[in-house]
C-alpha cells in the first residue's frame, strides 16, 4: 500500500489536529480511547437491541403519566433542589421556550431523532418528546438544565468545556429526579430501566466515537494514516502508550471502512459532540456516588458558572472544583459504577423478560 492510501480520512484528521490551541481530545485521545473501549466491552456483557430502546417497544415504562403531571413533578423537583430553578423553569413554559411535543406511536423510531433540545442563536428552544409515561419528567429536566445554561452563539457556544459540562449537569439532575420519583413511591424497576436507556445510549456513542479516537491516535503519532506507518509505528511501540489497534487487520478493516464511506459523501459526527456525550455522561453518574451530600450545591453553582463562557476557567479546573479529580483511576472507578448498576438493572429486566 502507498502512503496516501487514505486521502481523505488523512485530510480529515489534518483538519481536527491542525488547530492550534490543544483540545481536551487532543490531549486526552488514549484515556477517552480507554474509555470507550471499556464502555463496549461492557455493553457486549448485556443484550440490547439498541432501535428497541429507541422505539420503546420493550415495554419497560407501563406507568402512566399526564404531561400536567410530569410537569409538577419536576416543578417539585427543582423547587427542592433551588427555588429559582422552579422560577426559570415556569418562565420557560410562560415565554413557549419548552415545548412538549407528542411522540406517536408510528413515529417514535422518526421522532425520537428529531425530538431534542435545540440551540438557536438568539435564545435556547427546548424541545422535549413526550411519551406519558415515567420518562416524561426525567426527560425534561434534562433538557430544562440544557435550557437553563444555554449561551448565545456569539460567545462561542461550541466551547468544549461548555459543551461537556452541560451534558454533565443535564445527566445528573436527571439522576437525581429518578431519585425523587423513587422516593415518591414510583416503580423502582421501570426507573432503573430509564438509567439503563442512558448506559445503552452511552455504549452506542462509545462505539463510533472509538473509532474515530483510533485513527486520530495514529495520526498523532506517525503524521499519516497508512499501512506502512502502522507497521512502523508498531515496531516502535510504547509499553506505557500501547496503540488502540492492536493488529494490522483491524487497523485496515477499520481505515478502509471508514474511507470508502467518506467516499461515498459521508460526513462523520462532529467529534466535539460524541466526546461531551459520552464523557459527560461518565462523569455524571462519577459525581453522583460520590458521597458528598454538598453536590447538588455545587452542581447549581457550576450550572451557574458556564452560562458566562467568557470568564469560566478550563474543563480541569471546573471539574476539580467539584472535588473530583480525573486522575487516581477514574475510568476504572466510571466503570466499575458502570458496571455495578448495569449487573443490578439487569438482573430485574432479565426476570421480567423470562416471566
Known sequence: MKKDDFPLLNQLCEEFLGNAAPSFVTNNILPLADLCKCLISLSKTIEYDFMEVLNRKNASFKTM?????????????LDKIHPSLKEQFQTFQKNGVTNLVVVEEENKI????????????????????????????????????HGNNWVPINCNRESETHRILSETISVYFEERIVSFLKEMGYPKEELDQLTRVRYIDCFEAAKDLFVELAILDCYQRIGKVSLENYKLMKSLENPKRPLVFKSEEEFIDVCIKAENKL??????????????YVFGVSLAFFLLEQENNTMDEKMITLNEKIKNISSYSNLYENIDSLGVSLNNGFIEKTLNIFKGKMENIESRYQNRKNK
Open 65 to 77: 403519566m399526564l404531561p400536567e403531571e410530569s410537569t409538577r413533578i419536576c416543578e417539585e423537583f
Open 110 to 145: 422518526n421522532d425520537i431523532q428529531t425530538v431534542y433540545y435545540g440551540r438557536q442563536e438568539a435564545h435556547p428552544n427546548v424541545n422535549v418528546g413526550i411519551y406519558y409515561n415515567l420518562t416524561d419528567s426525567p426527560y425534561i429536566i434534562h433538557e430544562f438544565f
Open 263 to 276: 467516499k461515498e459523501g459521508f460526513r462523520p459526527k462532529e467529534m466535539a459532540s460524541h466526546v461531551s
